[in-house]
């Protein structure tokens, strides 16, 4: 459990970069949730949980009712230090994940490594950042990952096997193309 304190005293509650770390005891969070679990979890458990601040135009685009409810119940909502970012980031290319993941997904994981909390996400790429990593994570509705698996970039037209990304997606399923032929890459587990 990790305390933090208010700089405002209704919720949501905010934090700027590094104001919850190591502060006295007047919120307590117990984990991270990424926006699968702002979504799918019952709203008492999010209490509780640590947001990044980014996550709001995302719950706000799949639930405008959610979104609301979250802004007048909490979670708290933080920015991660620019390092944590880097950290998660460095994670997230060397476990062959990053071009899995949006850049709010990389903030989600800087908090949850920054502030040594528990991850609460159904992402798989998530779950396995953590699991190679050591950091302790848990679904927020499904079962979770069985096994932490290592990706390749590979090109379905020639077979060639291409530099690991080295930056989150744009959009999911795009991983750019093959320098030898110019067919879309794909990940494949390695």
Same mark, same amino acid.
């Given at each position: 459990?990790?305390?933090?304190?208010?700089?405002?005293?209704?919720?949501?509650?905010?934090?700027?970069?590094?104001?919850? /770390? #190591?502060? !006295?005891?007047?919120? &307590?969070?117990?984990? =991270?949730?990424?926006?699968?679990?702002?979504?799918? +979890?019952? %709203?008492?458990?999010?209490? /509780? #949980?640590? !947001?990044?601040?980014? &996550?709001?135009?995302? =719950?706000?685009?799949?639930?405008?009712?959610?979104? +609301?409810? %979250?802004?007048?119940?909490?979670?708290?909502?933080?920015?991660?230090?620019?390092?944590?970012?880097?950290?998660?980031?460095?994670?997230?290319?060397?476990?062959?994940?990053?071009?899995?993941?949006?850049?709010?997904?990389?903030?989600?994981?800087?908090?949850?490594?920054?502030?040594?909390?528990?991850?609460?996400?159904?992402?798989?790429?998530?779950?396995?950042?953590?699991?190679?990593?050591?950091?302790?994570?848990?679904?927020?509705?499904?079962?979770?990952?069985?096994?932490?698996?290592?990706?390749?970039?590979?090109?379905?037209?020639?077979?060639?096997?291409?530099?690991?990304?080295?930056?989150?997606?744009?959009?999911?399923?795009?991983?750019?193309?093959?320098?030898?032929?110019?067919?879309?890459?794909?990940?494949?587990?390695?």
């Amino acid at each position: 459990m990790a305390t933090v304190t208010p700089i405002a005293s209704e919720r949501p509650l905010i934090f700027m970069a590094g104001d919850w /770390v #190591g502060a !006295s005891l007047e919120w &307590q969070v117990e984990y =991270v949730l990424d926006t699968g679990a702002l979504i799918e +979890m019952p %709203l008492h458990e999010l209490r /509780v #949980g640590l !947001s990044a601040i980014s &996550q709001m135009d995302e =719950v706000e685009r799949h639930s405008p009712e959610r979104a +609301m409810i %979250l802004e007048s119940q909490g979670p708290v909502f933080a920015t991660p230090q620019p390092e944590s970012v880097k950290s998660a980031h460095r994670a997230a290319t060397a476990s062959g994940d990053i071009s899995g993941l949006s850049e709010v997904d990389v903030e989600v994981l800087a908090l949850a490594l920054e502030s040594g909390l528990p991850l609460v996400t159904d992402d798989y790429r998530l779950q396995n950042i953590c699991e190679s990593l050591g950091h302790s994570w848990r679904p927020a509705v499904t079962e979770g990952i069985k096994e932490r698996w290592s990706w390749q970039l590979v090109c379905p037209g020639c077979g060639a096997i291409a530099p690991a990304a080295s930056s989150p997606s744009k959009s999911r399923g795009e991983h750019g193309n093959c320098a030898d032929c110019g067919a879309g890459l794909r990940l494949r587990r390695g």
